[in-house]
């Protein structure tokens, strides 16, 4: 069962959280975050991209940088761009995109429950990624930036949702993207419910954030190894994580982009194509995929749709039913000889944040030959790939809108 604790939150006065947070780490290089921050020196980016406040093309993995994290980390708390609340709570964290509003709990969730299954992962994990991360938890002592997480749905967490939801937030704002990021303290007296309605859900699921899920359960893991008065209860147990009910998250599409042909003229590939595809050329008018197993093709300034025949895919099969699967075997290995969707330069990946019309706008400038548009995972899959043990292929999910960073920090001591 899932085991979560309130804490007390390292935040922003209300009246500076639009200076302080900011996007993820991993989601833009250092330049693009230089740029961001240019003037703010509240920008959470001088704490998860501590490489801004170097000359440029600093290697942003050399000790003076993760110590520069330190250095900020201090220099916000000190100056007063991060206090920290004088008592244990609970927060409701709420993103508007396209009118639409997702709410998650924001919870300390427990290290044990990582390292024994019960938060269940769906990708593989990179090991240079995650001592990234664990350096970045080790050397300030905090979660500096949260995880996201998913969860079965709960009607009594909806309840405690909606009612806290009904009150002012503490933080209220837009993001430079558009993005709506709505921010409560949770009352006091609704924690005891919220640790024991978690406590009947048997998993948490990562949605996004597999690398920061690791480093912090494994930084707290090495915490609880060197405390030969080890009891289970110390704040380094815990690490920082927003936890939403599954049916408030969409997934949205993550698209293929290729360079060449391996050879084949259009025509050619179009043939080889069909074998395993029905194909209907739709035209210059961008063509989004309909459903499940069926894709979208741009290519020669022309859109396709593309289903998959039956009997090439097996949709008892967790893995062998997913879009990305069939895709990637049947055009992207037999076609065109991408074999290794991590590390081939002939491939690239377009989040659906960006629009199909960023795949087309790829291929007609001569850069990519084809792109390929998929179906998006839906969350009840990605459960069942993690239920059932199974890892999903390389670029499959995105969500959006991404945690918004700096709201609240969770120290381990």
């Given amino acids: 069962m899932a085991k979560v604790k309130p804490f007390k939150g390292i935040r922003p006065p209300r009246e500076m959280v639009t200076e302080v947070a900011s996007r993820p780490y991993d989601v833009l290089n250092s330049d693009e975050a230089r740029k961001e921050s240019e003037g703010n020196p ?135 993207d558009g993005f709506g990021h709505h921010f409560w303290l949770v009352p006091d007296d609704l924690t005891d419910a919220i640790t024991e309605e978690f406590a009947k859900i048997p998993y948490l699921y990562i949605a996004d954030g597999h690398h920061r899920s690791a480093a912090a359960a494994l930084v707290g893991n090495e915490k609880a190894k060197a405390n030969a ?84 895919y097996d949709d008892k099969d967790p893995i062998g039913c997913l879009d990305v699967t069939i895709s990637s075997d049947l055009i992207l290995r037999d076609i065109i000889g991408i074999t290794d969707l991590r590390s081939d330069k002939r491939i690239d990946f377009v989040g659906g944040i960006r629009g199909l019309g960023e795949l087309k706008n790829r291929v007609d400038s001569g850069e990519m030959a084809f792109a390929l548009a998929l179906y998006p995972v839906s969350m009840e899959q990605l459960m069942n790939i993690a239920d059932t043990g199974n890892i999903m292929p390389p670029k499959t999910t995105w969500f959006e809108p991404k945690l918004r960073s700096g709201l609240v920090v969770h120290e381990l001591e």
């Fill in 42 to 176: 509240k920008s959470l980016y001088h704490i998860i991209k501590p490489e801004i406040d170097f000359a440029p093309g600093m290697d942003e993995h050399a000790p003076e940088v993760y110590d520069r994290a330190v250095e900020n980390f201090k220099a916000f708390r000190r100056n007063g761009w991060l206090v920290q609340d004088d008592k244990e709570h609970y927060y409701l964290y709420a993103q508007t995109m396209d009118g639409r509003t997702q709410y998650g709990l924001v919870v300390a969730a427990n290290v044990d429950d990582y390292m024994e299954g019960r938060i269940k992962k769906h990708e593989l994990t990179r090991r240079d990624k995650e001592e990234d991360r664990m350096k970045h938890v080790r050397i300030n002592n905090a979660n500096i930036e949260p995880v996201f997480f998913a969860f079965p749905d709960n009607d009594a967490l909806e309840e405690i949702i909606r009612k806290v939801a009904e009150t002012e937030p503490e933080y209220d704002f837009t993001a430079p």
């Fill in 229 to 312: 008065n080890h009891r289970g209860d110390e704040e380094y147990n815990y690490f920082l994580a927003v936890a939403f009910p599954a049916s408030h998250l969409k997934i949205i599409d993550y698209n293929r982009v290729v360079k060449d042909l391996n050879g084949l003229t259009p025509q050619q590939f179009l043939e080889k194509i069909s074998d395993n595809f029905d194909i209907a050329e739709i035209g210059e008018e961008i063509y989004t995929p309909a459903r499940l197993h069926n894709f979208s093709l741009y290519l020669g300034g022309r859109w396709y749709s593309l289903t998959a025949k039956e009997g090439t």
